[in-house]
């Protein structure tokens, strides 16, 4: 088909996940036609800086081979398999085997699914059979927080502390909370030091926790980066003050590493960057750097006997999907993590990602820049009208949603969140020359879109 008749198809047939339907019909899509190292093309052969890695994911970039041969031996030799009622395969257990192998903590057992929507929809479900299993049946509320995001399936969306997941959804359900949002920059009270909003967001949980009644809670889920809530990274000693809390009333920390895990932090795992001991971890994302869908959820063991004490008394532990842990999924997956590995990819993103963040925090002086974040390869500017009062613009205006538009056309692609916030998420094999040419595309839309709102410079 000419790129024309896929236009008019794709606007004609396709429901487009977080988009505008009405203004897809008039706009409609940016259209990739190939990959090839961190960049996409379209079908006028134009190369786009991929500095979102798609969503996050795509960690090894757009034409990596050795994926697309390990899926093609795994299709020669046994294309579907399933991990229900006793069955298995090799890669399934290889892979589990080897996540366990790397997690941050010590874990016990691995579930796998598709997506870090379902990962984390599991999550909740597990978070119920163990206490039931436990006689708790009142400890089965979970806390997440504010601008965090986890996901979109009813449970998963409920968690996720956004308003554009919940309007019109009619969510959250029962039995999820939300905490306040550790953003230092943009929630610390006037003369509050960072240590003292850390401390108050710990208070605010533990008041959060009593309120509600202790015996009632039961997991607390949190990213060790924040992500499509804002590129927020905790202040210093948030994570060991929370968990500090958690203990007190025996309450599972559940890590969301959809997109900090498999080095995006330049570490295998942001719990490893952000002191983190969870008890169950969900990953998803860079797993497989996004060629097939596939997710984890890991389990401590104490959570895994509580959960085999309940399927032995059921009968079975009656949760699953048809593709958990698909063989080609596996596979790909299998092959990936050892790509991180022999090529010591998690170092190379400790190494490069100091010169994305140095450029990032240089923008930090332009006018519209309030905020700049971030660590290893993941980070974000927010944007603001009133540099001194941290005053936001008024968002008819649009003004992250323009500065992404105008890098599109300066051939980099980016994200534009709630609160005009640009968010930087390259693929983690980018290097220090791409990493200037990003940036250098970045600063013609940024000095694009000033001009246009005629603020000095």
């Not at 979109?152 to 959804?169: D, I, K």
């Amino acid at each position: 088909m000419s790129s024309n008749s896929l236009r008019d198809a794709d606007i004609r047939y396709v429901l487009h996940p977080y988009t505008n339907l009405a203004a897809h019909e008039a706009q409609g899509p940016f259209m990739a036609m190939r990959g090839e190292g961190i960049r996409v093309f379209d079908e006028n052969g134009k190369d786009y800086i991929e500095g979102m890695a798609g969503l996050w994911c795509a960690s090894l970039g757009f034409s990596e081979p050795r994926l697309k041969e390990a899926a093609m031996r795994q299709f020669d030799l046994l294309p579907f398999f399933h991990q229900f009622n006793h069955k298995s395969h090799e890669p399934g257990i290889l892979l589990a085997q080897k996540l366990i192998e790397m997690a941050p903590v010590p874990m016990s057992h691995v579930f796998f699914a598709n997506s870090g929507s379902e990962a984390n929809d599991t999550v909740v479900k597990i978070v119920r059979y163990m206490n039931n299993a436990l006689g708790r049946p009142q400890k089965k509320k979970i806390i997440s927080r504010q601008r965090g995001y986890h996901g979109v399936t009813v449970a998963a969306a409920s968690l996720t502390g956004l308003p554009l997941n919940h309007r019109n959804f009619d969510l959250p359900i029962e039995g999820i909370r939300h905490t306040s949002c550790p953003h230092y920059w943009r929630y610390g009270q006037e003369g509050e030091s960072e240590q003292q909003f850390t401390d108050r967001m710990a208070a605010e949980l533990e008041e959060m926790i009593l309120a509600e009644g202790p015996d009632t809670v039961a997991a607390f889920i949190a990213e060790p980066i924040m992500g499509a809530g804002g590129v927020v990274v905790p202040p210093a000693g948030y994570f060991p003050k929370i968990q500090a809390v958690l203990k007190k009333y025996d309450i599972l920390m559940v890590a969301d590493e959809v997109i900090c895990g498999f080095g995006r932090t330049g570490k295998a795992w942001g719990s490893q960057t952000f002191d983190i001991q969870p008890d169950i971890l969900s990953c998803a994302k860079a797993l497989s750097s996004a060629y097939l869908p596939i997710s984890a959820v890991m389990v401590n063991e104490r959570v895994y006997e509580a959960v085999k004490k309940g399927s032995a008394e059921i009968g079975a532990f009656g949760h699953g999907y048809t593709y958990s842990g698909h063989p080609i999924a596996a596979a790909v997956a299998l092959e990936t993590l050892a790509i991180y590995e022999e090529r010591q990819i998690f170092d190379h993103v400790a190494n490069v990602g100091p010169t994305m963040q140095a450029a990032l925090r240089q923008l930090e002086t332009h006018p519209l820049v309030g905020n700049a974040r971030g660590i290893g390869l993941i980070g974000a500017l927010e944007l603001v009208a009133d540099k001194d009062h941290k005053v936001p613009f008024d968002p008819a205006l649009g003004v992250g949603a323009q500065v992404v538009a105008r890098a599109q056309d300066e051939g980099l692609i980016l994200r534009s969140m709630a609160g005009d916030i640009v968010a930087f998420s390259p693929p983690l094999i980018i290097t220090e020359s791409e990493i200037e040419e990003m940036m250098a595309r970045f600063n013609r839309a940024l000095s694009a879109v000033t001009a246009s709102l005629a603020v000095p410079v």
